[in-house]
């Protein structure tokens, strides 16, 4: 208020504030409990898109060499493909969404280029993902130790328990014996 005609002076200014500070307070309490947050445009907050990590791509990149292995095609052409079909510039910009459905047009196309149908590609896979005989043998090995060790923990919890119970036994059956020779004696 920098205006002299309009700002108040003197005691009128002291009303005028003291009048603006009643009005606040009078529409707080009213409002009660209500809060009132402004979040801002009013837009609900839109999630990042997540890209392909670099382990990822790595994977991108070894079935991208199976490929031309398997076809003769150039690494630059199958990419091309690729960022192609996606409508990407560069394998980077992948989401992770988009991750499973490339791996496994590569793993058509590989079939494809292999002459072997797909369901064959998928069982030498999985096939690829089996344990390998040591590794199973070290499994059930170590359950076996698991299970040992569980039945020994028992058995010593057991023993102590037996040990417990010997010692305060003898104790019990005193108090008892006490208990009731007292008990005969207020008769």
């Known amino acids: 208020m920098q205006n002299e005609n309009i700002a108040p002076q003197g005691d009128t200014g002291q009303a ?13 309490s009213q409002r009660g409990n209500a809060i009132a947050v402004n979040s801002g445009t009013g837009d609900p907050a839109t999630e990042p898109i997540r890209r392909i990590c670099d382990l990822q791509r790595g994977r991108i990149a070894a079935k991208v060499r199976e490929l031309t292995d398997a076809s003769g095609l150039k690494e630059l052409e199958v990419y091309r493909i690729i960022l192609a079909d996606f409508g ?52 059930s090995q170590l359950v076996r130790a698991r299970r040992r060790a ?19 036994a003898p104790r019990l059956t005193a108090a008892k014996a006490t208990i009731h020779t007292t008990a005969i004696d207020h008769r």
């Open 88 to 139: 990407l510039s560069s394998i980077g910009d992948l989401r992770r969404d988009q991750f499973k459905t490339a791996m496994e047009k590569l793993g058509r196309w590989i079939s494809e280029a292999r002459d072997e149908p797909a369901t064959e590609a998928a069982h030498a896979s999985a096939a690829r993902n089996a344990p390998c005989a040591h590794c199973a043998e070290r499994d």
């Open 16 to 28: 005028v504030a003291a009048a603006a500070m009643r009005d606040r307070t009078v529409a707080a």
């Open 150 to 168: 569980t039945i020994a923990v028992c058995g010593a919890l057991m023993a102590g328990a037996l040990a417990a119970y010997s010692v305060l």
